[in-house]
């Protein structure tokens, strides 16, 4: 299905809102219409991390669209590629039903191109279609020592089957964990600091709430919060 890595200013409907965390509580809220006309609020995003200086010395405005420039051109580039064509087919051999869209896992390889994480967490990781283009951005950026900590509950599915074998391998930045997000936060089994959270678990609004409130406090400064499929509910609102 290609339902809705919400992108606030860009893309078709419906969208993915992106938050960033800013621990100052410095962020300023803005409102933008998308090609449909719905509107959606979001926060004034950074800069990546080696034009710091030019974002601070330019204008908000100026900032906010050269970065949903970048991400459009990383996720065009992707679009073309022939990684992209590759996983498409592997999804659809492997059956699209509950799988991340061509055009959200774009968004999310821009993304990641531009913020460049270190640690990014997901849940509802699933077959792999958003841990491959999240795995793909990290090796496309050089970011060896990068980890993807990738949480499916389901015992029913191939936990990360799409993934290609070399980006699977190529440095261990696949982290997969079998389970519940609630017992590995119980057990403080992932990383107290992080620079990304996908939320794809779950879409009840009280387990999309309490993830939300779980990982934000654990974002770095400038971190991100992706959610897919926010339009299940008002829990991202």
């Not at 699209?96 to 061509?102: L, T």
């Not at 600091?193 to 400038?222: C, G, K, N, T, V």
């Amino acid at each position: 299905m290609d339902a809705a890595l919400r992108v606030h200013g860009w893309g078709s409907t419906p969208t993915v809102p992106v938050v960033r965390n800013n621990h100052s509580r410095q962020y300023e809220a803005r409102r933008m219409f998308l090609p449909n006309q719905q509107t959606m609020r979001v926060f004034q995003l950074p800069q990546r991390r080696e034009l710091k200086r030019t974002a601070e010395s330019s204008s908000p405005s100026t900032s906010f669209y050269s970065m949903w420039d970048a991400i459009a051109r990383f996720a065009q580039e992707i679009r073309a590629s022939d990684f992209m064509a590759e996983m498409i087919r592997r999804r659809d051999a492997y059956g699209s039903q509950g799988v991340m869209g061509a055009l959200d896992c774009a968004t999310l390889y821009g993304l990641v191109r531009w913020l460049r994480p270190a640690v990014v967490v997901e849940s509802g990781g699933f077959i792999g279609m958003s841990s491959a283009f999240i795995l793909k951005a990290l090796a496309d950026e050089k970011l060896t020592t990068a980890k993807l900590y990738s949480i499916e509950w389901s015992e029913e599915c191939e936990q990360g089957a799409l993934i290609p074998d070399e980006l699977r391998s190529a440095s261990g930045g696949f982290v997969p964990m079998r389970g519940k997000v609630e017992d590995f936060l119980e057990r403080d089994q992932l990383p107290s600091a992080i620079d990304m959270f996908l939320h794809d678990s779950s879409h009840s609004y009280r387990h999309m709430l309490w993830e939300f409130r779980q990982f934000w406090p654990r974002l770095r400064d400038a971190g991100l919060l992706l959610s897919h499929d926010v339009q299940m509910n008002v829990a991202f609102v």
